[in-house]
Each structure stands twice: as C-alpha cells, then as structure tokens.
C-alpha cells in the first residue's frame, strides 16, 4: 500500500501526518521487541525427574548452560577437604617460658643460699613444680652445682618448647596433651641430665602443660578455602540452536532437568527480564538513529517518512531472519551458522538509495546488534556474536557499494562485493575461534548466498519502496536523465531549442544547489523535464522559432498566454503518463509560481487597458521546496542572459541578482526554505557559470566565404543562413576545394 494513501483511510482521516508518524514509530517499537524476543517464550512440557520423554526436545535457541548445582558441591567439598591452620598460642607458651624461667632462678637461689636446709626447702616448696617433687630429689637437686644450671635451662627450653611448637607434635586440642607430655618427657629422658634434674622436668611438664598449645588460625584457613573453591572450573554445556535436548522416550535425569528449565521448558521462568533488556536496546537504537535524523541531517527531506521506511526495512529483515535461523541444516553448529543468511545488506542499500548514506551505515550497526539478538535472545554464546560482525561487515560494504550508483545493474556487482566480504569475514571468526573446517565452508557458502540474495532483493523490491513511500531515488533520477529516454528524446528533436534551454537550466540550477545543500540530482533532472509541455505546441515558444514567423503576432494576447501557460499543465499532463517520479511533477508544476506572462499582460492592456490579469497569471502553485525555487530562477535567468546582446561579466551579474530581487518581491520565494544568505550563494553561483557560457570571444575579421560546390554547401540546419560554413567545417572545405582543383 502506497503510505501516502492511509490519510485517506477513515481510520486516520482525523490524524495529523506527525502523529501518523510517531505511530508508526511506535508500531515499530512493538514489533521489533516482539520479534526479538519471541524466542524466550517457549511452551512448557509436563515432565519431571525420572519421567520419560514423550517427544523429541531441542535447543530453542543456542545458549550456553551452566551446571551450578553440581558446581556450587564442588565448591563446598573442595572447602572441606581444607585442613585447619594452625598457629601457635603465644599467650599460653608464654606463660609456659615465665613458669620454667621462675623455677630455674627459685632453683638457682636455693642452691647458693646460705640458709639452712630446712628453710630452704620450705621456701624452694612455695614454687611448682617442687611442691610435688619428693625429699630426695629436692635434695638431689640442691647439691647439683649452679655452674651449669643456664646451660640445663636453654637445653630444657629447647625441649619442652621445640615439641610444644611443632605442627606434628603440638597439642591442638585436649587429646593431644597428653602425647605431647609423652614427647617432651623422652626427649628429656635421652638428654644428659642428672637423674633429679629429669624428674624436675618431668614434673614440670606434668603441672605446666595442661592445655593445648596450637590453636586453629580461622582466616588463614577461611583463605584456604576461599582458594579452594576458586579453584573449581565451573561446567558449561553449549547447547546449539535445534541441538537435541533429550529424545522421545529417554528419562529425563538430573542433568536433562537442568538444561530443560534453564531453556524455561519445564518451569516457569519469568523471562520478562530479559524484554526489558531487549527493550531497552531497541529503544536505545531508536532514539540514535532518530536523534542523528534530526540532528545531523537536516538537508534530506521528508526525514519523519523516511525513518517509517527505515523501521519498515529493519522489521523485515528480522521477519526473514526469524524464518531463517529455524532452517535445519543437519547439525548443532551448521544449524547456529543459519544466521549468517540474513539480509541485512539488502535493508541498508536500500536505505543508503532512498534516504541517506550515513544514516545507512548507523542502520547497519543497529541491525547487526539486533541480528544477534535473533539468534541468540540472551546473548550468551558467541555465535550471535559472530552473525553479528558478518552482519556488520556485509551492511558496511553494501552500503559502500551503491553510495556512488549509476543504474540498478550496479546492484549486482554489489552483491559479489558483499558475498566477497562475507567470505573474508567468516574465515577471520573461523581463525579466532577455531571452528572446524567444515562449519567453515558452511558459513562460507552462506555467506556468498547472503550477498547474491541481498542484491537480488535490492533489485526486485527497490521499485516498490520507491512507489509507496513516494520517494525517488538517485538512481531513479540518473535513469530519468538519460537523453534516450522518450519524452527528452522528443525534447530534443521536436523543440530542439527548449531542450538545450533545459539543460542550461540544468547546469545553473545544480551548481546553486550544490552551494545551498539541496538535492543537486533532483535539481538537474527536474531542469530537463520541466518544459516538457511545450512539446505540444513547440513553435510558440520563442526558443523553438529559429527563422519561422511568430505565430503569436497573428493571435490575440489572451489567447497568447493562455498557449504561454498551458505548457504547465500539458507538461503534468505528459509527466503522469509516461510515470514521471511525483518530485519531477512538482518541478513541472511550480517552476513559474503563479507569477504574469508579463509581455502579454502589456501588449493586452495596449489595446483594453481594463484587461484581467488573472488571465495572464500562472495556476502556480509557487514553489514548495528549494529544488522547485532553483530551477523557477534558474530558468528565469537563463533566459534572461540569452536575450541580452552583449552579456558583459558586470551587466550578466546585474541582471541575475534583479531577476533574484523581482522573483522576491513578486512573493514567488515565499514558501520555500530559501534564505537570504541562500538567494545569494544562488546569484554568485548562476553569474559563475554564466560567465563560462556567455564568455567574450576574440573577433575575426571579415573574411568573404568561398564558393562551394551546389552538394557541398550548409543549408538551414540549426537555423544558419545558407552557405554559412560553422567552425568544424572549415577544413573539410578546404580539403574539398584542393580536391576540385585537382
């Protein structure tokens, strides 16, 4: 349906065109979530653990799946196979070295005390452990000399705290006291003590070690086991899209269960979640290219439209893509591969044809990001990365080979520029990601069908994007322009003069455009068709007379200007049956605005001066964009500056800027989007090329022409006097006249 009709359906009849608009827009944010997202709502099956299969299940998209049950036990076994570190109970080993340092130096005094026996030994029973030691070894220990008793200290040191320090002899709880009390003792037994000394000892250790003297150090061990459980490599299952799941009449295990409900099968797994994520991005996407729209493209028309088309191009390709990646192909990771078929080329040519080049590279950014998210919801493989630089890549190089198109045929060689890249890119992913050759040639051959496909369908549906959104492409006008095209093929013959008037229009009306970021191809074609009317009657107009009579001497001035003015519609006419683009129309149109055949107007009020000028005005209307105001002043100047007999630089430049300032004041510039900056660059750019056109030309002194031969002279070709030889022919006569001679 043609998209300028849904004003005329009853529906939106009472709808403004931006609200139209942004409706669609909508429409279109609706849709492309919908369809992005459509693979995380998959239907539940009645299964449970144990319970056989009753059909075939498979990967609904591809997705990577992680075994967190049988992870997070790992983790915790891997925790509590950490032994306890211990550390030493410095406080308590301490005590320990107080205790046996008080009893050396109580010892130590007793034995050089000269007290007598009896109050020594009452004062030497007031420290553990002699107040358990028996009479005679207290008395043994009284007679040992004091000369050697530091050197007994530092030795029993070493003992009791050697074994007491130890990891494999320390006590680190209260069972193992009593084992370490067994080691002190032997070592104390094997040193070379005095008998007493030992039995001194001894009953140190037995009175001082009661407790255990390591005890467990819980962040060194906390730390252990956080290593532990880093250490264990968390299983990912990778599930490609149609990857069988499980089979008809298989049990479902514990492992199945888990892919099952991480796909949503068997459980109600919200996946609201993940719309909102896709949401967003989309919204993001949207509000880019439409900011950037409005923001930095502000030259290209009719932008509001054309983004509905761009919305229109994108949902389509997600349309095919949705068909595509379901193909079955007869393998897991052929099957994620399918992706790769997705046009997305053929939506940005199209767009870099019909709107804009840029805004067809940012289309092809926002459609690779969203091909990934068709092929993978979630994002969570790399395939749906990788469909989505080929995507890229393939949108980038079709957008690049039509940014200069001359006809559609080019469109084919787009495609092979496509497939080539689509090719290159592939094998770079196979390379990084070390895909097995025969996925490779796979996606490969896909590739290649992408890039014929794309430019297939750019050929066959350009036309009709063309037609319903009513906007003509530059490839649409480059083909208008070719001079074999009927109507300027009937230009040229029929009303020769009219037709080389056209393109000089052409050629001042494009250099103007060019100054004043207007469409310069439209320009230049709207110029050659714009008095395609006077091909009715083509000796009326004055360009088309050469030596004839002025048949407007023989009629009346109304009837005059009615023959004047009918050329506009005789040329609509002529327009909409040979299928002329709706912008060329306009063109034809409004290239006179509404303004006066003025030379009649006068030459009517010679003879009635109450005389109508609404008989003499154009129907108009005047012109509605600049590219309709360039070629109206265009057209006025050029025929203007052929009129004048000596088109001087200064007289030329004159000329062109009143007949600016006349068009001005005769409101014709008024509903355009011309500025006054604009009807400047336009003066300075027609008395430039004018200047080229009407330059001064060396004068020649007269020379009288020879006689030539009866079947050898010019006639009246071009509207030369007979016998007038033109300035290529002047060899070619003197060869002739050396050949009579002879």
């Excluded at 007031?126 to 008793?149: C, D, I, M, R, Y």
């Excluded at 269960?257 to 919204?283: D, H, K, T």
């Excluded at 994620?336 to 046009?343: F, S």
């Excluded at 520029?417 to 490969?444: D, E, Q």
């Amino acid at each position: 349906m043609n998209i300028r009709r849904l004003g005329s359906l009853k529906l939106f009849s009472n709808i403004s065109t931006t609200w139209r608009y942004i409706i669609a827009l909508v429409v279109c944010f609706v849709l492309f979530i919908g369809i992005l997202s459509s693979g995380l709502f998959v239907s539940k099956l009645n299964l449970e653990l144990g319970d056989p299969s009753p059909q075939l299940v498979t990967a609904p998209y591809e997705k990577n799946i992680e075994d967190l049950k049988k992870y997070y036990q790992d983790q915790e076994e891997a925790a509590n196979a950490v032994k306890p570190v211990y550390k030493h109970d410095e406080e308590y080993l301490t005590s320990i070295a107080r205790d046996l340092s008080t009893a050396f130096i109580a010892l130590e005094e007793a034995i050089t005390s000269n007290e007598d026996e009896a109050s020594i030994l009452k004062t030497l029973r007031q420290t553990a452990p002699f107040n358990t030691l028996s009479q005679e070894v207290l008395q043994g220990l009284l007679n040992s000399s004091s000369e050697l008793l530091d050197e007994k200290e530092q030795r029993a040191t070493e003992i009791i705290f050697g074994n007491a320090r130890k990891d494999e002899t320390g006590a680190r709880n209260p069972e193992d006291v009593p084992t370490l009390r067994q080691h002190i003792k032997r070592d104390i037994d094997d040193a070379p003590f005095p008998n007493e000394f030992k039995l001194f000892l001894k009953e140190f250790v037995d009175v001082k070690i009661t407790q255990p003297t390591l005890e467990e150090d819980s962040e060194a061990t906390e730390s252990l086991r956080q290593n532990a459980r880093a250490s264990v490599r968390l299983e990912v299952h990778r599930y490609k899209a149609q990857q069988k799941i499980v089979g008809p009449g298989e049990i479902v295990d514990e492992k199945i269960m888990q892919v099952l409900a991480a796909y949503g099968l068997v459980e109600n797994r919200s996946p609201w979640r993940s719309v909102a994520g896709i949401a967003l991005i989309v919204l993001a996407g949207m509000a880019t290219m439409i900011f950037y729209a409005y923001q930095y493209r502000k030259n290209v028309s009719d932008m509001t439209k054309k983004l509905v088309l761009i919305g229109l191009m994108m949902f389509l390709v997600l349309a095919m893509g949705k068909g595509v990646i379901s193909l079955n192909l007869g393998d897991a990771e052929y099957n994620a591969m399918t992706g790769i078929l997705i046009p997305v080329a053929w939506a940005t040519m199209t767009i870099a044809i019909l709107v804009d080049v840029e805004i067809a590279y940012l289309s092809a950014a926002l459609l690779s990001v969203f091909v990934g998210l068709l092929a993978d919801p979630t994002m969570s493989s790399a395939t749906g990365w990788q469909i989505s630089l080929i995507a890229l890549f393939g949108g980038f190089i079709g957008v690049h080979s039509v940014s200069l198109l001359s006809q559609r045929s080019d469109l084919a060689r787009a495609g092979l520029y496509i497939a080539a890249f689509n090719v290159i890119t592939a094998s770079c992913i196979a390379l990084v990601s070390g895909t097995r050759i025969s996925t490779w040639l796979v996606s490969i051959g896909l590739g290649i069908v992408n890039g014929v496909f794309s430019s297939v369908l750019a050929v066959g549906t350009l036309h009709w994007f063309e037609t319903g959104f009513g906007i003509t492409s530059a490839v649409r006008l480059l083909e208008l322009s070719n001079p074999n095209r009927p109507l300027l093929k009937r230009l040229l013959m029929e009303a020769p003069g009219t037709y080389h008037h056209s393109v000089l229009v052409g050629n001042l009306a494009e250099a103007a455009a060019e100054e004043v970021q207007a469409n310069a191809i439209l320009v230049r074609v709207g110029a050659l068709y714009h008095d395609i009317g006077k091909l009715k009657r083509p000796y009326f107009f004055i360009e088309n007379q050469f030596a004839q009579d002025n048949p407007h001497d023989k009629i009346a001035p109304t009837l005059s200007a009615l023959i004047i003015t009918s050329h506009i519609k005789d040329g609509l006419e002529m327009a909409k049956e040979e299928n002329l683009p709706q912008v060329l129309q306009d063109i034809i149109a409004q290239h006179h605005g509404d303004s006066v055949v003025s030379f009649f107007y006068h030459k009517a009020m010679e003879d009635n001066a109450n005389v109508p000028e609404e008989a003499f005005h154009y129907e108009g209307p005047k012109p509605q964009t600049k590219e309709a105001a360039l070629v109206l002043l265009a057209d006025s100047v050029e025929a203007a500056v052929r009129a004048m007999k000596q088109p001087t630089p200064g007289r030329v430049e004159g000329l062109v800027r009143k007949i600016i300032k006349d068009k001005l004041n005769d409101d014709q510039l008024s509903q355009c989007n011309l500025t006054f900056q604009d009807l400047d660059k336009i003066a300075t750019s027609f008395v430039r090329v004018l200047s080229g056109i009407f330059h001064s030309r060396v004068e020649y002194p007269d020379m009288q022409p020879r006689q030539l031969p009866e079947t050898d002279k010019i006639g009246e070709v071009g509207g030369r006097e007979e016998g007038e030889l033109p300035a290529e022919k002047g060899h070619a006569a003197k060869e002739i006249e050396k050949t009579d001679n002879s």
